[in-house]
């Protein structure tokens, strides 16, 4: 177990110095740069602009300014924001809650209705019921998630004022009831495909389980299939869906980008979104690198747990 | 030569669920929103190709007095965009762009993934270690925020928009043909291969590609879906393919701000997405169960 | 340079992607003299504002303040912080007259502040202010400032005009002077925009890049720091001890909402008490006057909308194709269909309002046989395709503009349309706000933009920095002639216009100027912007200033009306 550990860690750091380097390069080979947003004022003269580059570092080598990077990085300086002026880690840290509050709060929807309607869909085979849900679900992954944002906002927001259409509460009211009520949009957007995904593997891993001999003998035993169901066929195919949840963290980071967009939620998307566009590069970086490692994190639960749950998987990849 | 004819067999064997009256196509058949989205990729790619021929407009003729037109409005079926212009003749466009934009894409990604997953899966040692660890780290990336970097370096035109795309969509197949390869690998025909000393590529072409064919066919089909829905996003998110050129994401994004005069504006091109998103989903959906009979549950 | 506020400027195309979404959609159209507008806003007499600073005001914004310190790099949008914490030694009224503000009075030739022909100055600073932390306010703040930008190591904004500065001597506790290595008129209206920083707080840190101060800012301004929401908003309290007028708010916050539709959405639901800087999108003009308890501003601007062409491009080098671009370009149809008619049409570089604008310029007319005349008369001749050749040279150019500007992509389809007629081929070639204000911008790499941007240095008309020769950075210059002007009697009238301080002498110089520009056409002017703000009724005291670079630059004397 702990070897195991220990190699994973230690690919996951080798993923991650290869992380910086697509996410380095891609980042300072792009035409144009953080002076794009002063150049376009039209008050800065060239002179500032070439000062201002110079100051910055801009101006050296890529290699050395990438060599700089790690260095500072390894030693635990995320540098400072180009936009903000502070420290990167301090920028990702006020922003790190807003995204965490949305995605857990979706997780939790999506695992709780696709959960449902994977168990549903399972038991009932066939039924109209799994036949509406297999489209549904096929439906909500097409879906671009901004535009069934902007359907929701159109809708309740809107339409029927039922809803925010944006923000994480109303200034000068914190209440807990106005965060949940801000919440309540963009949680339901975030959580359709992981809702989806997460029905359609409940239903499969339900399927198997199922046929399992355990369960049938179960049932032979003249155990309630209510039991049978919630109790052994459950709670077996439970396991595997956790590793689903894992694996599915880059996704949800993704949907969590577009959904906090559309409802000008103050997360992490938007920073990484202000942030590219701006080009601030020491910001861009650290958000990358964070959320590389929060996937390499996810896939590693995954593994340990799948694992658990399964003792024969032989752990040597 | 007997190289070859054990190739050709196998080959045979693994491409038979083409054939009409094999079990893969009946169990295709039997799947009925497969089939459905079948058909509504063909007619959405017939109307298309042909219909903006039959329309008497033009997708880029501007009409200033004729704006904000609502669907049903006399000469215009679906309405007008703000600046006058057919939106039953846009969407057609489109579809065309968003379509092709689609499958070119797929095809891009293809051609990286199968090249990259083979080589990755056939010379196992450190050749393979190092390429699948650089898949592993571009999938360390959540898709949009690198198709968000990686739009950064270049400026949007439909080239560009397809090769970004396809930069960022070949991993997925990479590592289902590396698995595919690996697993092929041991088996006995190709080993017998090897020993009659048949050319690496040889091997790698004709007899482990044919055999990784299904799986590919399936990836190839969610790729479509994902390329097409990726257009979208990057349209969504600024950097999608420039105007005149209509397509489905930036018919979406320039209707955003009359989402509250002039709602079908939003509408018609996301139903577009949604609707092709889906049938090629449907598909892939259909062609899994059809082809990789594993997944057919008892 | 006001506000660019819509964005025009600088900052809405930098502004990042998603702004973009309607960025451009600020529009407002023919309006009143920038005087007299207070005076509109407000029919009924005001009644008086409370005795202690009491109520709060949500002020929407679409892009998000970031710096903090004034001095450093910043857009546009950071100056509603600095415009409240700090403040300037004077500062420009909607009518343009500079008032003292940390100062006792404007140096001016007629009263010895400015002498020996610009070369010395000398200002009065008020006694008794205070900074936020307790610590006067003196001479050597102003000093440490001056010299702090100049500061080799200090990221500063910009050293226009400061570069000049040398010899700063502290008289007395509350009299500075120092003297300009040349002459140089505009500096005053650069100072009109230079925070002070406090001397006691930035020179404790041991690098100012990097100070404390720069995330908690500590100014003289009516509004103190209180806390910030990265992302969604800051707050500001009321500064007790201020020495103007005000502050009448306790609380000031300035709300951060990454979308103009969406920020308009939050402004009609009341969620935001007003809107200013990008504004209200144009295509909600309409439906927002007509809210109930709001009240919609078309307010002035600086800005212009142009079209500018690169000179060095082997078609648009030629005068008679620019001529024959403008003429068919049909501004009423962009102005009215793209923009519901909130933009004013403008021939001239410098703002309508302001006191250096020449009305008499001959009237652009969309006139498509015209072009077609000039067209054929300087040798343009059409080829097979119904695109003019001459001497081997197509007549096909590509205009570029911001991506996600969506009602900008219109105007680019009109123009390109009616160009067309004419035989000539655009396209479109658009990019994110990142790369086409990098190199491709500065560097002059483009073919024509489609921009919004100003042309005058803070509030002086002087446009040296965008018409100069010496200015071209594409060939070593330090300006933004982004355009590769080159006119010797231009850089002539320029240098005349910088060395005059008597304003009838220097408005002679710039209407021969603004009658270059027009025949010339180094930029085809499309426009003037005339973007709309909105506020709630009850808000008294805000007031449009064409002249301040975000309409909360009195915010220390708005209050409710309750």
Redesign the interface.
């Given at each position: 177990m702990s070897t195991f550990l220990v190699r994973r860690l230690l690919?996951a750091l080798?993923?991650?110095l290869?992380?910086s380097m697509?996410?380095f390069a891609?980042?300072h080979?792009?035409?144009?740069?953080?002076?794009?947003?002063?150049?376009?004022?039209?008050?800065?003269?060239?002179?500032?602009?070439d000062?201002?580059a110079e100051?910055?570092g801009l101006n050296r080598p890529l290699p050395v300014q990438y060599a700089e990077w790690l260095w500072r990085m390894l030693r635990g300086d995320w540098g400072?924001?180009y936009?903000?002026?502070?420290p990167v880690l301090h920028?990702i840290a006020?922003?790190i809650g807003?995204t965490m509050e949305l995605m857990l709060s979706s997780t939790l929807l999506a695992m709780l209705l696709g959960a449902w309607v994977g168990i549903l869909g399972a038991i009932r085979r066939y039924s109209l019921f799994d036949a509406l849900a297999?489209?549904g679900a096929?439906?909500a992954?097409?879906?671009?998630t901004?535009?069934f944002g902007?359907?929701i906002?159109?809708v309740f927001?809107?339409g029927l004022g039922w809803l925010?259409?944006?923000?994480?509460y109303?200034?000068?009211d914190g209440s807990a009831l106005n965060r949940i009520h801000h919440l309540i949009g963009p949680c339901i957007v975030l959580a359709l495909v992981s809702t989806a995904v997460w029905s359609r593997y409940m239903r499969?891993s339900m399927?198997?389980v199922v046929?399992q001999d355990y369960i049938r003998t179960a049932r032979a035993k003249g155990v309630p299939e209510r039991q049978v169901l919630l109790r052994h066929a459950f709670r077996n195919a439970l396991l595997p869906m956790i590793t689903i949840t894992g694996l599915h963290?880059?996704?949800l980071?993704?949907g969590a980008?577009?959904t906090e967009?559309v409802f000008?939620w103050?997360?992490m998307g938007?920073?990484?979104?202000?942030s590219?566009?701006?080009?601030d590069y020491p910001t861009?970086m650290g958000?990358?690198m964070f959320?590389?490692v929060l996937?390499?994190l996810g896939s590693l639960i995954a593994d340990l747990l799948y694992g658990l749950a399964d003792p024969r998987i032989a752990r040597n990849g | 030569m007997s190289a070859d004819l054990t190739g050709v067999t196998e080959v045979r064997i693994a491409a038979s669920p083409f054939l009409w009256n094999s079990p893969g196509f009946r169990r295709f058949r039997r799947h009925r929103?497969a089939v459905f989205g079948a058909v509504a990729i063909v007619a959405m790619t017939l109307a298309c190709i042909v219909g903006p021929m039959l329309l008497p407009y033009s997708d880029t003729f501007i009409d200033i007095r004729q704006r904000f037109a609502p669907p049903f409005s006399d000469p215009h079926v679906l309405g007008t965009d703000p600046l006058g212009r057919d939106i039953l003749a846009r969407l057609l466009m489109a579809g065309r762009i968003s379509l092709a934009v689609g499958f070119s894409a797929m095809l891009i990604s293809m051609a990286i993934g199968i090249c990259i997953g083979m080589i990755a899966g056939f010379y196992e040692g450190a050749v393979g270690a190092v390429l699948m660890?650089?898949v592993?780290?571009?999938?360390?990336?959540?898709?949009?925020?690198l198709l968000?970097?990686?739009s950064?370096?270049i400026s949007p035109s439909v080239p560009s928009i397809v090769m970004l795309i396809a930069m960022t969509s070949w991993m997925e197949v990479a590592r289902v043909v590396e698995a595919q390869i690996k697993s092929l690998r041991t088996r006995d025909y190709v080993v017998a291969a090897v020993a009659m000393g048949a050319s690496n590529r040889r091997i790698m072409f004709r007899q482990l590609l044919p055999n990784a064919i299904a799986s590919i066919v399936v990836a190839a089909t969610l790729n479509v879906?994902h390329a097409i829905?990726a257009e979208?996003?990057i349209s969504?998110?600024g950097y999608g393919i420039q105007p005149p050129t209509p397509s489905w994401g930036n018919m979406?994004e320039n209707a955003?701000s009359y989402?509250?005069s002039a709602?079908w504006l939003?509408?018609l091109p996301?139903a577009a997405?949604?609707l092709a998103?889906?049938s090629f989903?449907?598909v892939g959906?259909g062609l899994r169960d059809a082809l990789d009979p594993r997944m057919d549950?008892? | 340079?006001t506000k660019?506020s819509d964005g025009t400027?600088?900052?809405?195309?930098?502004?990042?992607?998603?702004h973009r979404r309607h960025l451009l959609a600020l529009g407002a159209g023919g309006f009143l003299a920038a005087s007299g507008f207070g005076a509109s806003a407000q029919t009924k007499p005001a009644p008086p504002p409370p005795a202690k600073p009491t109520g709060?005001v949500?002020v929407g914004l679409s892009q998000?303040p970031?710096?903090?310190?004034p001095l450093?790099?910043g857009?546009?949008v950071d100056e509603t912080v600095w415009m409240q914490v700090f403040n300037t030694m004077w500062l420009a009224d909607p009518q343009g007259n500079l008032t003292p503000d940390l100062a006792t009075e404007v140096p001016s030739e007629a009263n010895g502040g400015i002498s020996e022909g610009g070369l010395a100055w000398k200002v009065k600073l008020r006694e008794g202010i205070t900074w936020h932390d307790g610590a006067p306010f003196t001479a050597e703040d102003v000093k440490y400032t001056l010299e702090l930008i100049n500061a080799p190591?200090f990221?500063s904004?910009?050293?226009?005009g400061h570069a000049l500065v040398k010899d700063i001597v502290v008289k007395g506790p509350h009299e500075i002077s120092w003297r300009m290595e040349k002459a140089y008129a505009p500096y005053l209206a650069l100072l009109s925009n230079t925070f002070i920083v406090p001397k006691h707080l930035l020179e404790k840190a041991s690098d100012p890049?990097?100070a404390p101060f720069?995330?908690a800012p500590v100014g003289t301004g009516p509004f103190k720091w209180g806390q910030r929401?990265?992302?969604?908003?800051i707050t500001l309290v009321a500064n007790e001890r201020y020495h103007g007028k005000g502050p009448y708010l306790e609380k000031a916050?300035l709300?951060?909402?990454?979308?103009q539709t969406?920020l308009y959405?939050?402004f009609r639901?009341g969620?935001v008490d007003l809107i200013i800087g990008t504004g209200i999108p144009a295509n909600f003009y309409a439906e927002a006057v007509k809210l109930p308890g709001r009240k919609i501003v078309k307010i002035p601007n600086a800005s212009l909308e142009i079209l500018m062409p690169n000179l060095e491009h082997p078609a648009l080098s030629e005068k008679a194709v620019r001529q024959a671009l403008y003429a068919s370009i049909n501004k009423q149809a962009i102005i009215d269909v793209i923009f519901y008619g909130l933009h004013k049409p403008t021939e001239s570089f410098a703002p309508q309002e302001s006191w250096a604008y020449n009305p008499n310029l001959p009237q652009q007319s969309y006139d498509l046989a015209k072009a077609n005349e000039l067209l054929d008369d300087a040798g343009w001749k059409r080829s097979g395709s119904g695109v003019r050749i001459k001497n081997g040279v197509p007549l096909e150019f590509a205009v570029s503009t911001t991506t996600g500007a969506s009602l900008r992509e219109q105007c680019q389809q009109l123009m390109m349309q009616d160009w067309q007629q004419v035989g000539v081929s655009m396209k479109i070639n658009n990019m994110?706000?990142?790369?086409?204000?990098?190199?491709?911008?500065?560097r002059s790499k483009f073919q024509s933009l489609l921009v919004g941007?100003?042309f005058r240095?803070?509030i002086d008309p002087d446009p040296a920095?965008?018409f100069a020769s010496d200015?071209i950075?594409a060939k070593n210059?330090?300006?933004?002639n982004q355009m590769q002007w080159q006119n010797a009697e231009v850089d002539k009238l320029l240098k005349e216009g910088q060395e005059t301080f008597d304003q009838a002498k220097r408005k002679a110089i710039y209407w021969k100027l603004q009658e270059i520009v027009r025949e010339e056409l180094p930029i085809l002017p499309i426009y003037q912007y005339v973007p709309v703000e909105g506020y709630k009724e009850g808000l008294i005291g805000y007031e449009p200033n064409i002249n301040a670079r975000q309409n909360t630059w009195n915010m220390g004397s708005w209050y409710w009306a309750r």
């Open positions: 690919q080798v993923l991650l290869i992380v697509i996410g891609i980042l080979l792009a035409p144009g740069g953080p002076l794009s947003q002063f150049a376009a004022g039209g008050d800065m003269t060239q002179a500032d602009l000062r201002i100051q910055l400072l924001s936009r903000d002026h502070q920028i006020s922003h807003a297999t489209i096929m439906i992954l097409s879906i671009p901004f535009w902007l359907v906002i159109y927001s809107v925010p259409a944006g923000n994480r109303t200034i000068g499969s399927l198997e046929n963290v880059p996704t980071l993704s980008l577009v967009t000008t103050p997360g938007r920073l990484f979104l202000d590219i566009s701006y080009r861009v958000i990358l959320t590389a996937v390499l | 929103l660890r650089f592993d780290a571009m999938l360390c990336f959540p898709s949009i925020f968000l970097a990686i950064a370096l879906a829905l979208s996003y969504f998110l979406l955003q989402l509250t709602p939003a509408i996301g997405i949604t998103v889906s989903n449907f959906d549950l008892p | 340079m660019h400027t600088g900052s809405v195309f930098a502004m990042p992607a998603l709060q949500v998000e970031t710096a903090f310190n450093m790099p857009i546009e190591g990221k904004r910009t050293r226009v890049n990097t720069n995330g929401t990265p992302g969604d908003n916050v709300k951060y909402v990454p979308d969406a959405a939050q639901t969620q994110p706000a990142a790369v086409i204000w990098g190199e491709f911008y500065t941007t100003a240095t803070v920095s965008r200015a950075p210059g330090s300006g933004a």
